[in-house]
């Protein structure tokens, strides 16, 4: 893959990048944010330090999610649970905390990889499979959801949202009205194998509720899961 490698500390970035291109991948590095930015629309993956001289690292992670959905993975020094949740908020797909083992990172990026590649196939595996043109296209009233172009519209305005905001969405609406449990929703849109907090999975609802413009669209059964509605008015 090639992978944008944000890291302004010299050192650290030159022994990653070693390793980096020892397991085959081609590394691109920057020490800069604003930079950062500019070079994520090339890349097929992102290693973004938070720790940058010029921009904070969760406003880079936000610019970058704002035009590409390319893989982010933040390194960060921050442990606590809301510094994770605003993370995954900005739009990073996973975290790793310092100091962390390089089989730990390198196992994380395959993992973010399987996911993606998984997002990004023709039938998305979040997704009822799709058998014509017509049935490509999930509608609950004003809110369109075209399975093969991974577009959302609501009353015909697009929605932006992230690869796994329209795998979270789609799988929703492929049976909605039916309440789907946290689990399912975990192996289905992340991966059999998550070994990640299922707050990641609140995050993402509560991101869906805002963009939608309603938190009626998706109603939380306590214990349970989630379930897609259209707002009664």
Not at 46 to 63: I, K, Q
Not at 191 to 207: K, M, P, Q, Y
Request: net charge negative; aromatic share 4%.
């Amino acid at each position: 893959m090639r992978i944008l490698l944000v890291e302004d500390d010299e050192h650290v970035a030159d022994a990653l990048a070693d390793v980096l291109r020892q397991h085959g991948h081609d590394v691109t590095g920057t020490a800069t944010g604003a930079r950062a930015v500019d070079l994520a629309a090339d890349a097929d993956f992102v290693l973004l330090d938070l720790n940058l001289p010029d921009l904070d690292g969760y406003e880079v992670c936000r610019r970058i999610r704002a035009v590409s959905t390319v893989p982010i993975i933040a390194v960060t020094a921050r442990s606590e649970e809301i510094d994770r949740v605003m993370l995954l908020q900005a739009g990073a797909d996973d975290y790793v905390v310092k100091p962390y083992g390089i089989r730990e990172l390198l196992a994380r990026i395959e993992a973010v990889q399987r996911r993606t590649n998984r997002a990004t196939s023709a039938v998305p595996p979040a997704v009822p499979p799709v058998t014509d043109t017509k049935s490509a296209v999930i509608e609950v009233g004003a809110l369109a959801i075209d399975v093969r172009a991974r577009r959302v519209t609501l009353d015909g305005r697009p929605l932006t949202l992230t690869a796994k905001e329209f795998d979270l969405l789609a799988m929703l609406a492929g049976d909605c009205g039916a309440v789907l449990t946290r689990e399912s929703i975990i192996e289905r849109v992340w991966d059999e194998n998550w070994f990640g907090s299922t707050r990641t999975l609140d995050v993402h609802v509560g991101a869906l509720r805002t963009k939608l413009g309603d938190k009626r669209w998706i109603e939380t059964v306590r214990g349970v899961g989630f379930r897609l509605t259209e707002p009664a008015d």
